[in-house]
């Protein structure tokens, strides 16, 4: 996370008699990745069954990636506020088992595989007035990019030895809540509050089971 907010005041003033400028900048450059992985990847595998879950965060407790940066001016002639986030948060949560490894289990076993994500993702970017000024100038930008991916699965491939399984189950959850703000204000004789913000958001949910070589 980088974070850089700067205020500039030029001269002494007050209300009635205001500095000739005033200038407040935030920037924020926020980048999250979460990788959260169970498998079996390789190699022979003997066993009473196949618990395999991969969980990232719960309801109370969310994978979190927060990112903001305020700024605005003070008292000014000419008072300029500006505020630039830009958020790149990223989310693999997966649980396989995959196709180079052999895997041996007693009768009436269960197979059990389980990915489980949710995520909070906020972004904010503000640059509001402080106080009035003869010309005043907030603009904020907020620019999201969020990729999440919840998979669970064995792998087509995948050699299974086994007279017969109890159950097989195999289940992709996933929920987020995003957020995505650019709040931009500013007061004076003239006033200008330009606010963008962009929000490019990919999630991929799978769960499956490929043609495994059961014996």
């Not at 505020?83 to 052999?102: D, F, I, P, Q, Y």
């Amino acid at each position: 996370v980088i974070t850089i907010i700067g205020k500039f005041v030029e001269g002494n003033g007050s209300a009635n008699n205001p500095t000739p400028l005033s200038l407040g900048v935030g920037v924020n450059v926020s980048v999250t990745n979460h990788s959260n992985n169970a498998y079996i990847k390789n190699g022979k595998i003997t066993a009473g069954g196949l618990d395999i879950q991969a969980l990232s965060g719960n309801a109370d407790q969310p994978i979190t990636s927060l990112a903001r940066s305020y700024a605005g001016y003070s008292q000014g002639a000419i008072g300029v506020g500006g505020a630039v986030t830009v958020h790149v948060a990223s989310a693999k949560t997966t649980a396989v088992v995959l196709k180079n490894a052999e895997v041996t289990l007693r009768d009436n076993a269960a197979i059990n595989l389980n990915a489980f994500s949710k995520e909070r993702v906020e972004t904010v970017a503000d640059a509001g007035k402080s106080e009035r000024a003869g010309i005043g100038v907030g603009a904020g930008i907020a620019v999201a990019v969020t990729g999440v991916d919840v998979v669970a699965g064995i792998e087509e491939g995948t050699k299974i030895n086994v007279n017969n399984l109890s159950y097989v189950t195999v289940k992709a959850e996933h929920s987020e809540e995003e957020r995505v703000s650019a709040v931009a204000g500013s007061a004076g004789g003239v006033s200008v509050s330009p606010s963008l913000a962009v929000n490019v958001s990919g999630a991929r949910t799978e769960a499956y089971i490929g043609a495994a070589k059961n014996n």
